[in-house]
């Protein structure tokens, strides 16, 4: 895939760049219709983004699927909030993998409702969670995803402590950052042990993709 995307503007524009099915791309629309419609009464995305959903939350979102492991079948999409990037990934897994499985953790139910009728509008199999991100990584216990993704949700060093249970040593989490990615990096290797790989985001200049594996709590000496 190309280094820089063009701006993306509709699903037409979507289906072409990224390669995916009408049905797909028919999908997508049907999200963006929805967002607009429940936007007027649940904040779902900033409402300066929402004219240009299609690249700041569609396409932002499609780009994480390229880092992902090529047979991951669980996700886990934690503050899944307006389905970005969780519900979106389901949406382009379902055509990928469909024998994946995504979870969506929303703690608010007035979102979580949305993401359900997303899902249901678009036939999308889909796992929904109401309820907080620290709960749910308190119940983890040996729920291993293959994938974790989390947009906007918190500071690095507090997202790994919350992906820390989900972890083995296949696990690849895809964390989009802004322009301190790299010192979110610096300070969440104070208390954990991890390899990460910063990439360029392809919908906001500057902006980056922390991808981190083999998640650890640092040990002492």
Known sequence: MSAELPRIRSAEAFQE???????????????????????????????ATLADAWHRHFADSAQLLNFSPPDAKTWLDLGSGGGFPGLVL???????????????VESDSRKAAFLREVARKTGVVVEIRVERSEKIATQAKSQIR???TARALAPLPKLLGLVLPFFSPQTVALFPKGREAE?????AKRRFDFD?????????????????????VKTEG
């Open 17 to 47: 760049f990224f390669g995916v099915s009408r049905e797909t791309a028919d999908r997508l629309a049907t999200y963006e219709a929805l967002l607009k419609t429940w936007q007027q009464t649940i904040n779902l995305v900033s409402p």
């Open 90 to 104: 389901a949406i382009l897994l379902a055509e990928r993998a469909p024998e994946a499985h995504m979870t969506l």
């Open 146 to 148: 293959d994938a974790i």
């Open 183 to 187: 010192v979110e990096v610096e300070e």
């Open 196 to 216: 990460s790989q910063l990439v360029p985001s392809l919908t906001e200049p500057g902006a980056r993709i922390v991808i981190v594996r083999n998640l650890a």
